[in-house]
């Protein structure tokens, strides 16, 4: 098979092309035409037509005004040619195939031979079913022989139909844009700070403290966080409420366990005092609840004084210091996670916004389509509809879809400009790293590692695999150039992050931008298509 290989935008990665069309309506959403409504044209390519069942062209950009704008990436076509030799082999299997389905008198089904059956049926039926097989599988190859990036359906043409025993065809396929982004490694990233102040591990030890309190009537005002003895009674429309009436209730000033108004109106008060007021209901906003309140006594909470005695009868610790320690530890730890995730967000949010202007709509209706598949699948096994779902998050159709699409362009985006950091700063992935997802993979898979290489091959997909973890040590790459800060602006250093106990900062290991590379699928991460499938998108 001879392939050559012909760019057709060298000039300009993107244009746009201005068109209209109807804003999509939520049934478009449903199980049945996920893929469909957002530009994923499932299976191969058709060789009859000579062009594809769904091309990319009709995948278009929605503004939800009415209007659309249908952005077209870099594209290149692929002119291949199959010499007879190998077309007639096809031939052979595609009227092996027929055998298999007809019942030709004298012979067991699919025992008749090919000289047969083109006796009964011609040889041009075997010749469309062979092209019908193997043109997709001819570009399937060509397109991983000659590692293009495709993010769309081809435009198949069929030159040379095999009658004359060549075969010939031009696929004009959209590819990945390459795009060079700048500023990346001088990034600065404010997350909170993952040291726990005085302030938070007090209040963490006089939680402990408070477990051990005394109560204490005192002669003042009602303060936050004393507890009042009350005489309560709701009721609406002079219907007492049960739930809403006690006597000798001891209540938290600033719990908010009843409403609101409840907190505002004790805060203040003292023994003695008679409240009579009215609060919206907390369940139905239209209804009113009149409120008699009288307050019995006003206590306060007498926290235990903090010694080593106190600390080793009744904690799991001996003196003050330990206790202390312990509480830094546990704090630092959920606020160093919380700074890395921070850290993990707010980078990949800065690398989105370095890819300037519009991006393909070929690529963005793909990572729709894989963000839809992802949705119904998960209320499938929840045995709920899109519109129920809606429904019940409170969401709007039309606000939904601009929040997927636009979550959709930012990880298309960040995938452009993961790979343009790793170009940049001549990132890889060595055979020792893909080995080590292989392992990895296979734990949650039937299949062995080696297995799973293999089939991964046939596929291309140790490509795709080698992509993504390429853009998880682009990502890994660009947290480590960061500069660090607080809210306060104050730096932080990196050893701050490193969790207590270990020894190696988290997210370390190369994933990409969506974990997809250690996401446990057999296919490898996103950001890759297979060509067996062209019209598969990427998710980042």
Do not use: C
């Not at 898979?445 to 991964?456: H, K």
């Amino acid at each position: 098979m001879k392939t050559t290989l012909t760019p057709l935008d060298p000039a300009d990665f993107i244009g746009p092309a201005p068109i209209s069309e109807e804003l999509p309506g939520l049934d478009d959403l449903d199980d049945s035409s996920m893929s469909e409504t957002a530009g994923d044209a499932s299976g191969p390519p058709d060789a009859d037509s000579g062009n594809d069942t769904d091309n990319g062209d009709d995948t278009d950009a929605t503004d939800f005004d009415g209007a659309t704008e249908r952005v077209i990436g870099p594209r290149v076509k692929l002119t291949v040619e199959v010499d007879a030799e190998a077309f007639d082999a096809d031939i052979d299997a595609a009227f092996r195939k027929l055998a298999r389905e007809v019942r030709i008198p004298g012979f067991r089904p699919g025992r008749a031979p090919r000289r047969v059956l083109e006796s009964h049926f011609g040889a041009d039926v075997g010749r469309a079913q062979a092209l019908e097989d193997a043109v997709p599988r001819y570009y399937a190859q060509a397109v991983r022989d000659n590692g293009v990036d495709v993010v769309n359906q081809p435009e198949l043409e069929l030159t040379h139909d095999g009658s004359e025993g060549t075969v010939a065809f031009t696929a004009t396929v959209e590819i990945r844009p390459t795009v060079a982004v700048t500023g990346y490694e001088t990034r600065q990233i404010e997350i909170p700070s993952p040291e726990p102040s005085d302030t938070d591990v007090n209040a963490r030890i006089d939680e402990t403290r408070r477990q051990f309190a005394d109560i204490s009537a005192v002669d003042r005002p009602a303060e936050t966080g004393d507890r009042v003895s009350i005489d309560i009674e709701g009721s609406v429309d002079g219907e007492t409420l049960p739930g809403l009436s006690a006597q000798d209730y001891l209540y938290e000033l600033g719990s908010g366990g009843i409403v609101e108004a409840v907190d505002d109106e004790l805060l203040g008060a003292e023994a003695g005092s008679e409240l009579s007021f009215s609060a919206p209901h907390p369940v139905q906003p239209d209804m009113e609840i009149d409120f008699e309140i009288t307050v019995n006594a006003v206590s306060e909470l007498v926290l235990p004084e903090l010694t080593d005695d106190w600390v080793d009868e009744n904690t799991e610790h001996d003196t003050v210091d330990e206790l202390r320690a312990a509480t830094v530890r546990q704090l630092s730890f959920g606020r160093i996670m919380q700074a890395n995730m921070v850290l993990r967000d707010e980078i990949q949010k800065q690398l989105a916004a370095l890819v300037e202007g519009p991006v393909p709509d070929a690529m963005v209706s793909g990572a729709i389509a894989d963000r839809m598949t992802e949705l119904g699948s998960g209320l499938q096994q929840r045995d709920m509809t899109i519109e129920g779902w809606l429904e019940a998050t409170g969401q709007e159709p039309g606000e939904f879809i601009t929040e997927l699409r636009d979550d959709a362009e930012r990880g298309v985006r960040l995938d452009l400009a993961l790979r343009a950091v790793a170009e940049a700063e001549n990132i890889e992935a060595d055979e020792t790293e893909i080995d080590a997802e292989l392992e990895r993979m296979a734990e949650s898979d039937s299949r062995s590692a080696s297995q799973l290489r293999a089939a991964m091959e046939d596929v291309d997909g140790l490509a795709q695999l080698r992509s993504a973890i390429r853009k998880g040590k682009a990502l890994q790459w660009a947290i480590d150039a960061a500069t660090l800060i607080d809210p306060d602006g104050a730096s932080i250093e990196r050893s701050a992050l490193v969790l207590p106990g270990l020894d190696t900062e988290p997210d370390e290991a190369g994933t990409d931008s969506e974990g997809a590379a250690a996401s446990g699928r057999e296919e490898p991460a996103s950001g890759d298509q297979d060509p067996e499938n062209p019209a598969t998108e990427d998710k980042s």
